[in-house]
Nanobody
Framework: QVQLGESGGGLVQAGDSLRLSCAVS????????MGWFRQCAGQDREFVAAINWRSGSTDYADSVQGRFTISRDNAKNTVYLQMNSLKPEDTAVYYC?????????????????WGQGTQVTVSS
């Protein structure tokens, strides 16, 4: 089992920055990918970014490329999502997720463990 817990959400203005954290515990050795997803009310959960837990390779959704940065600190078992130049359309509940199989994936259904989510609201 892997347990995940997000923190760092809040209310910011357009153009501001915010850093989300995801604390990872349990069978961390089984993790292949860590991902960030977001979900707006009434919409499907969408991929934001992912990082290979061992190599640090990353992938981003086009909508956040160049503004968001995913990183991990294996010593602290923590994954981060640095969000810069935030826009009102970035408003959502942000979730971190873990995938234990060894291949890249961007669909929510491909991830095995989820945190409880943290709300990010960007005002215009």
């Amino acid at each position: 089992q892997v347990q995940l817990g997000e923190s760092g959400g809040g209310l910011v203005q357009a153009g501001d920055s915010l850093r989300l954290s995801c604390a990872v515990s349990g069978r961390t050795f089984s993790i292949y990918l860590m991902g960030w997803f977001r979900q707006c009310a009434g919409q499907d959960r969408e991929f934001v970014a992912a990082i290979n837990w061992r190599s640090g390779s990353t992938d981003y959704a086009d909508s956040v490329q160049g503004r968001f940065t995913i990183s991990r600190d294996n010593a602290k078992n923590t994954v981060y999502l640095q969000m810069n130049s935030l826009k009102p359309e970035d408003t959502a509940v942000y979730y971190c997720a873990a995938r234990i199989l060894g291949s890249w994936a961007t669909q929510p259904s491909d991830y095995h463990y989820w945190g409880q989510g943290t709300q990010v609201t960007v005002s215009s």
